[in-house]
């Protein structure tokens, strides 16, 4: 992996952490179209950028992060599940990383779930954090594991699940984004510990192209995190379901026809 190809997939992370159109689904289908996809750095690349953007969470709503320490258990609380599964099923996720398939396949699926998300969840009554309860949390957290799946997207897995709880648009999105602050600093954690113990040696090449990576991703997703909270709060989900499907179905059909995605 070179600068540029860092460049790429940390642009992608930015841009689509905060979607529900899966960043690590389009991180997988980028390093494939690039040839690097089965990479062992670049599977740790591709978890390790992810913390870069949701540290921009954590300047955006800092203030959010001291307000009560109630706050800090519905998060531990939603956070459980997932911790739980991924360690469970940590072998079994780093071989879907290398699959465009499932990608392709999750993309649509939660595509055609997006279209009709809004008409089923239109009666929220929960506009504020103070209102969820624990109950509601650890819901929102089992809902954040169908995103171990590539393809199916934390941001929309934990969205629509907050959405289930009747969690208005805004608050489901921003209770996705404090919920990935614990879970990716885990992922990361356990993503170098797993790298390290396969006998793996992050060199000082690496080391910068981490760097450069987490920080164009903190950049990208600073500028568009409030763009979208904007964008999901006037116009809903639709856009984003149309948008999966048309991808997915594309990946699907080159898949089909034989068409390697190691093109660049």
């Known amino acids: 992996m070179d600068f540029f190809q860092a460049f790429i997939l940390a642009l992608i992370e930015g841009l689509t952490e905060f979607l529900p ?13 690039m040839g690097i996809a089965t990479d062992p750095f670049v599977k740790l690349f591709t978890i390790v950028i992810q913390l870069g ?15 009560s320490i109630n706050f800090y258990f519905k998060l531990f609380i939603a956070f459980i599940p997932a911790a739980l599964f991924g360690f469970l099923l940590s072998d079994r996720i780093d071989k879907m990383l290398e699959s465009p398939l499932t990608v392709a396949v999750s993309l649509v699926i939660g595509g055609v779930i997006l279209l009709f998300v809004d008409k089923w969840f239109s009666g929220a009554s929960i506009s504020e954090e103070e209102e969820i309860n624990y109950g509601t949390a650890l819901k929102i957290g089992l809902s954040q594991c169908l995103a171990m799946v590539p393809g199916v997207s934390r941001s929309g897995a934990t969205i629509v699940g907050g959405m289930s709880q009747n969690l ?5 999105a921003e209770f996705s984004f404090f919920l990935a602050v614990p879970t990716m600093f885990a992922a990361t954690a356990k993503k170098l510990l797993d790298f390290y113990q396969e006998g793996h040696v ?4 690496q080391l910068q192209i981490l760097a450069f990576g987490n920080i164009v991703a903190f950049i990208v997703a600073m500028l568009a995190i409030k763009s979208f909270i904007g964008y999901l709060n006037k116009n809903g989900f639709k856009i984003f379901g149309w948008y999966r499907i048309v991808v997915g179905l594309i990946l699907i059909a080159l898949i089909l026809s034989g068409q390697s995605l190691q093109i660049i």
Request: charged share 15%; no cysteine.
């Open 21 to 33: 159109v899966s960043s690590t689904g389009h991180m997988i289908i980028g390093s494939a179209f």
């Open 53 to 67: 953007a949701i540290l921009s969470v954590l300047v955006l709503y800092f203030k959010r992060f001291f307000k």
């Open 168 to 172: 208005s648009r805004k608050l489901a």
């Open 202 to 205: 992050i060199s000082s090449d």
